[in-house]
């Protein structure tokens, strides 16, 4: 792995890597990643000119199947993948996504600036990985990257039967020398379990399962596992450190604390020191002076100063390793959740809403063991009237602001209908006891989904806000799984005129760009 201090431009970085090319370089933001290939593009072109006739091929192929392909926002890719350059990050419509991943395995892209979704789940190795940072933002702060991040896109570096040896190059930046990159496989950050009892779990497993099935699985799942054994296996580490604190202080002579004791007298001496140093201390404690200075004549200096320094020493260092176990502990037991007592909590919120009577489903219990997303908010929009009462276009519309949650920049148009009674509802349920966790919704695609329900154009839908072609496309499939699950919950009990209004929409929103099937 070599290193790259900060300030190098794209192009220099380029330049020392050539020969380890086609190189994937990372980068952390999608405006980073357009920025770096952008400025790249400037100054390479790595295509020959049948390399280019090639391009232009695949590029003229998949514009035939979607017109429009790159769109006023994109034109700017479709000349750097003429020059074997390519961007790539979850902004991009999945058709373009899909065109420069073919085209990068046709080996037409000899540089792709891409972020880290791009080393997950599609397997595109390279000769060199290059990190253009060894930070990131999270969503909530700037953080160095971990190392289990570094190795998953670390390891696309490295092309079986051409390359002998994967290159990795680390850009650091001189702003932040600690965060160097330098990580070893052994620190890889072990995959937690991670439970989410839902309203739907709840509900599903007091439909399915008995009651000692539950107890079983709210005691025995992975998460639970990996807490009580972490914490078996420090609890065993804080013991065995106790013990060698108990052994050490036995190799203290007789003498430890006395006169004569040796470091008894350094103990003194610095007493002196600091008194001396402090000339109001030793005139208004003359008499504990005098009593310092009479411990000292009276001690000797033969004792086993040594054996008590040493062991004095390695006790300190004992104790400081029991320090930070004492604090992971006390981590793990607030970490540590009692998923019995939060079974219940759910429950007994679920009776209360009406959706169980002990462990009887109920109409409404029925209809969320079939929901998989904010399943007390959607099951609510339909048993209160909301969506009932709507044009089919306006229920797009509220449908697409489940589970959503809005970025911090994201600027949409208002949605063209009132969006009160969703709002007015969520209020309700905050005062029902229910967590805001189980009733996300935001207002900003609604406006997106109904225009596209009425046969808006995707670029029509671009023209709405600043959502980019990915974003958009993400947001309407879910919400057509979202209606997929309302049309097997609304048939599960009964209520067929909601599964043909929520089958009428999902048709008409999959269609066309949101429609896409990748080759």
Avoid at 180 to 186: A, H, K, Q, V
Avoid at 281 to 293: D, F, P
Avoid at 475 to 499: C, F, K, N, P, Y
């Amino acid at each position: 792995m070599a290193v790259l201090l900060s300030g190098p431009t794209p192009t220099e970085v380029v330049r020392a890597i050539q020969d380890y090319l086609p190189a994937l370089y990372f980068a952390f933001g999608r405006g980073r990643v357009e920025m770096l290939a952008e400025e790249l593009g400037r100054d390479w072109d790595f295509l020959s000119v049948q390399e280019k006739r090639e391009v232009r091929r695949l590029i003229k192929e998949a514009e035939e199947g979607y017109p429009g392909l790159f769109g006023p926002r994109r034109k700017n890719l479709r000349r750097l993948l003429l020059r074997g350059i390519g961007y790539h990050h979850a902004g991009l419509s999945p058709a373009l996504k899909d065109l420069v991943e073919r085209l990068y395995e046709s080996q037409l892209v000899y540089v792709l600036f891409c972020t880290e979704t791009f080393a997950v789940g599609v397997n595109f190795p390279a000769a060199s990985a290059v990190f253009d940072a060894c930070r990131k933002w999270d969503g909530h702060e700037f953080r160095p990257l971990m190392a289990r991040e570094f190795f998953q896109m670390a390891g696309r570096a490295g092309r079986r039967g051409f390359d002998p040896v994967g290159r990795v190059f680390v850009r650091i930046d001189e702003r932040f020398p600690e965060q160097t990159g330098f990580y070893r496989e052994e620190e890889v950050e072990p995959v937690r379990g991670r439970l989410v009892l839902s309203p739907n779990t709840v509900l599903s497993l007091l439909h399915w399962k008995s009651d000692e099935e539950i107890q079983r699985f709210l005691e025995m799942n992975l998460a639970t596992y990996q807490s009580s054994r972490e914490s078996r296996q420090l609890q065993g580490e804080v013991e065995r450190l106790r013990q060698q604190v108990k052994e050490l202080a036995r190799c203290f002579c007789d003498e430890r604390g006395q006169p004569c004791c040796e470091l008894f007298r350094l103990k003194i001496k610095k007493e002196l020191r600091r008194m001396r140093r402090n000339r109001r201390g030793v005139k208004g404690n003359r008499e504990r002076l005098r009593a310092l200075q009479d411990l000292l004549k009276a001690g000797r200096k033969d004792c086993s100063y040594r054996v008590c320094l040493e062991a004095e020493k390695e006790i300190r260092r004992l104790e400081e390793q029991l320090h930070v176990l004492h604090a992971r502990l006390r981590e793990i037991k607030a970490q540590s959740r009692d998923y019995p007592e939060e079974f219940r909590r759910v429950w007994g919120l679920l009776e209360s809403l009406g959706y169980v009577q002990g462990r009887e489903l109920l109409p409404r219990g029925r209809f969320a063991l079939h929901v998989h997303v904010q399943e007390i908010l959607v099951t609510e929009l339909v048993f209160t009237g909301i969506i009932a009462d709507l044009p089919p276009w306006q229920v797009a519309g509220i449908l697409a602001g489940v589970d959503y949650l809005p970025g911090r920049d994201e600027e949409v148009v208002e949605p063209p209908f009132p969006t009160e009674p969703v709002e007015e509802l969520r209020q309700y349920l905050f005062k029902r006891g229910v967590p805001e966790s189980f009733c996300l919704w935001s207002p900003v695609p609604c406006a997106l989904a109904a225009a596209w329900y009425q046969g808006a154009s995707f670029n029509e839908l671009l023209g709405m806000g600043n959502l980019q072609e990915g974003d958009i496309y993400s947001l309407l499939r879910r919400e057509i799984d979202l209606l997929r699950q309302v049309e097997r919950a609304a048939q599960a009990t009964g209520d067929q005129g909601l599964a043909r209004l929520a089958r009428e929409i999902r048709n008409r929103l999959d269609r066309d760009e949101v429609a896409f099937v990748g080759v």
